[in-house]
């Protein structure tokens, strides 16, 4: 019996639940990057990188090309970083709902409503 399509969306985005995970894929926007560049740029133990970047390329939404001694990591294609910065748009109208709501909250404590 096939997965549900919500089903399949709802792992995807479970598979995204991590910091690292999301750490590696915006910085992989910029390009392909080598595991020591990841590691300089994210403050985690190399096994733990290398776990969540398994974890990536199991899924598809990275590839890992070797070059001599160095793996190099990339996003398997656009739409994960069309995905990175619609997120980014999403939280951006979120928080400044938010930082709307505690204005208009601290304007009612003040008394300047």
Same mark, same amino acid.
């Given at each position: #019996?096939?997965?549900?399509?919500? +089903?399949?969306?709802?792992?995807?985005?479970? #598979?995204? @639940?991590?910091?690292?995970?999301?750490? *590696?894929? =915006?910085?992989?926007?910029?390009?392909?990057?080598?595991?020591?560049?990841?590691?300089? =740029?994210?403050? +985690?133990?190399?096994?733990?990188?290398?776990?969540?970047? %398994?974890?990536?390329?199991?899924?598809?939404? +990275?590839?890992?090309?070797? =070059? @001599?001694?160095?793996?190099?990591? %990339?996003? %398997?294609? @656009?739409? *994960?970083?069309?995905? #990175?910065?619609?997120?980014?748009?999403?939280?951006?109208?979120?928080?400044?709902?938010?930082?709307? !709501? !505690?204005?208009?909250?601290?304007?009612? =404590?003040? @008394?300047?409503?």
């Amino acid at each position: #019996m096939p997965v549900p399509l919500y +089903v399949a969306k709802a792992e995807f985005f479970k #598979m995204l @639940g991590h910091p690292v995970r999301i750490r *590696v894929l =915006e910085l992989l926007q910029d390009g392909p990057k080598a595991v020591r560049d990841l590691l300089a =740029e994210i403050d +985690v133990e190399a096994p733990s990188l290398s776990q969540q970047l %398994a974890v990536l390329r199991r899924s598809g939404i +990275v590839t890992a090309n070797r =070059e @001599g001694a160095t793996v190099v990591y %990339a996003l %398997a294609g @656009g739409d *994960v970083a069309d995905l #990175m910065r619609a997120a980014r748009r999403i939280l951006t109208e979120m928080l400044a709902g938010q930082n709307q !709501l !505690l204005d208009e909250l601290r304007d009612a =404590e003040t @008394g300047t409503r």
